[in-house]
């Protein structure tokens, strides 16, 4: 089985979520390519997809949106797993809300995507710049200072626990 973990990312957070995800997969022997969706020339030669980006004002990156339009057709009839990076899951009901108004439903449905994980993701405001920190305060629910949230959230167990589930999924076992 040969696997592709596609990813869109701004500041490198969701590519290293990428890369991670591709050491479970290799833990079990599988054939992996990490690439970026930009840089993606086919598809046609993988068996699966792992695909993600995190989300930036109220929707996966742009890139993304293209990937799919491109490659859509492709991925049809091949498991497909959807994943996001999204700071809102920290919020009370954000995981929920992520899954709920983050993601574009008949896209993912027309490419038959199987199951979709949703994954706190890294602030830095030192790596964004104001049109970012705008966009952030625009979502911003008031219950916490903005600054207090320049850390690192990524849960590496969870990202690791879904990465396996998918993976077994995808091996029978």
Known sequence: MKVLIGYASIHGSTAEVAHFMGQVFRERGVETAIIAVDK???VKEYDAFLIGSPIYAG??????????????ADMAGKPVYFWITCIRVLE?????????????????????TRDIGVFAGKLR????????????????????????????????????AWTIQVRDQLLGG
């Open 40 to 42: 993606v020339e086919s």
């Open 59 to 72: 929707m996966w990156l742009t890139e993304m949106s293209r990937f799919l339009d491109q490659f859509g």
């Open 92 to 112: 009370p009901d954000g995981y929920q809300h992520a899954l709920d108004n983050y993601l574009h439903r008949p896209t993912l449905e027309k490419i038959g």
């Open 125 to 160: 405001f030192e790596t964004i710049d104001w049109d970012e920190r705008w966009t952030l305060s625009a979502r911003y629910d008031g219950k916490e200072l903005p600054g207090s949230r320049n850390d690192d959230y990524r849960d590496w167990n969870a990202i690791r």
